[in-house]
Every structure is written in structure tokens, then in C-alpha cells.
């Protein structure tokens, strides 16, 4: 299978990822605005410092559509929007968490969020992409070539079905900006990158064994 990780989508995903889960820090918006300024998104960097100044409203609107405490307007869970009906934590998220627990991940025994959470698949993602180079820079060929497998097959499994339904969710109903832009430019380079992948109805976890890489560390 050919290489699909390169530095563009492993610094994408690293940015994108940032605010999902500090969505209180400025300095996730700072990381996104320099993103946009060097990937000509003139528009895009404006609402990251619009943010850095509005970080109330910015994480007020983030909290009604995806954290709550009232139901949610865009629920940030694949189990969501892949089943029949608004049910979390069903086969989804347990074929997710199997994917993580593939590279020795799991998620942090502080951090509530489910493993299906947007935030918890880019930053999945992104982990995959960052070993893959760190594996390349010491000729490690054969992690390499299995974490560009496992990164594709993620996409293909997982967040391919469910991340372009999300975010044009979340542009239809978020009352800032900031989101509005945040889901249209994730969306734009996440469907650039993976435009020729197909997709796939098979889940690892469900049907396979797993095939270890390292020992476990935290998501989040």
C-alpha cells in the first residue's frame, strides 16, 4: 500500500485537534492562526485571533453544540452519527478503542470523554503520523510501513465515514465564526488529502486480532 502520511496532514491534524480539547487556551488558537497564515488562509487566521481575544464565547458555543451539560446540537461522537439512532458507546467506539489499543494507547483515566470523540480520532490520527516519522528518521521500515497501514485503515474504518457529516454540522449550527471556519478548512484539507481513499464497512477489533506496536500510553 503506498504512503499516505506526509508532514501537511501530520501538522494539520496536530493544530485542528488543539482546541477540541483546551478549548480555554489561547495558545491552541495562536498555533491554529500561524497554520492558516502559512497555508494561505488569510480569512481563516482573522477568526484565530478574533478567538484568542473572545475565548468565553469561543468555548460557550463549543460547549452547547459538543459538551453540554443540555442535549447536544452536534453530538462529537462517530457512535452517533454511524448508528441508527443518537446512541453513544455501542460497537463504534468499542472497534475505535480497539484501534487505539493497537499502538498501546488508551484513554486518560481524568479525561471523560468517550473514545469515539472527534477529538480523541484526530489526536489518534495524529499519533499514528508523528511515530511514522520518528520510525522513518531511524530506517525502522517495517514500523513504518505498519503505521502507515494502521493510519490508513483508521481513516477507511472510522473517521472516513463520520468527520464531513461533523463538521458541516457544525458549520450549519455554530453561532461563532470561529467554528464556522475551524470545520470549513479542517474539512477542505482533510478531503484534499484522503480524496482517493474508499472506504470500508470492515472494523478492526470486530473481525481480527491486534497486531501490537509499543507499549500503552494516555490519549488526550
Not at 51 to 79: K, W
Not at 112 to 127: A, H, Q, T, V, W
Not at 164 to 182: G, H, K, M, N
Request: glycine fraction near 6%; charge should be negative.
Amino acid at each position: 500500500m503506498s504512503h499516505l502520511i506526509n508532514q501537511g496532514i501530520t501538522e494539520l491534524l496536530r493544530v485542528f485537534k488543539g482546541p477540541l480539547f483546551h478549548t480555554h487556551q489561547p495558545e491552541m488558537y495562536a498555533s491554529l492562526e500561524k497554520w492558516a497564515l502559512a497555508n494561505n488562509q488569510r480569512h481563516f487566521a482573522d477568526c484565530c485571533a478574533w478567538a484568542q481575544a473572545h475565548i468565553d464565547e469561543v468555548e460557550a458555543d463549543f460547549n452547547r453544540m459538543c459538551i453540554g451539560p443540555y442535549r447536544l446540537t452536534v453530538p462529537p461522537y462517530e457512535s452517533v452519527w454511524r448508528g441508527n439512532s443518537r446512541v453513544m458507546n455501542n460497537r463504534y467506539s468499542a472497534a475505535v478503542a480497539y484501534s487505539y489499543a493497537e499502538l498501546g494507547l488508551g484513554i486518560h483515566t481524568g479525561f471523560r470523554e468517550m473514545p469515539d470523540f472527534i477529538g480523541n480520532e484526530l489526536e489518534f490520527m495524529y499519533c499514528v503520523g508523528a511515530l511514522y516519522f520518528a520510525h522513518a528518521l531511524e530506517e525502522h521500515d517495517e514500523e513504518r510501513d505498519l503505521l502507515n497501514d494502521m493510519f490508513i485503515r483508521f481513516w477507511q474504518e472510522h473517521l472516513g465515514h463520520w468527520v464531513y457529516t461533523f463538521l458541516s454540522q457544525v458549520q450549519a449550527d455554530s453561532s461563532c465564526e470561529f467554528w464556522r471556519e475551524w470545520a470549513r478548512v479542517l474539512g477542505e484539507g482533510l478531503g484534499q488529502h484522503f480524496a482517493e481513499l474508499s472506504l470500508t464497512q470492515h472494523m478492526t477489533g470486530m473481525e481480527q486480532p491486534l497486531n501490537h506496536i509499543q507499549p500503552s500510553k494516555d490519549l488526550s
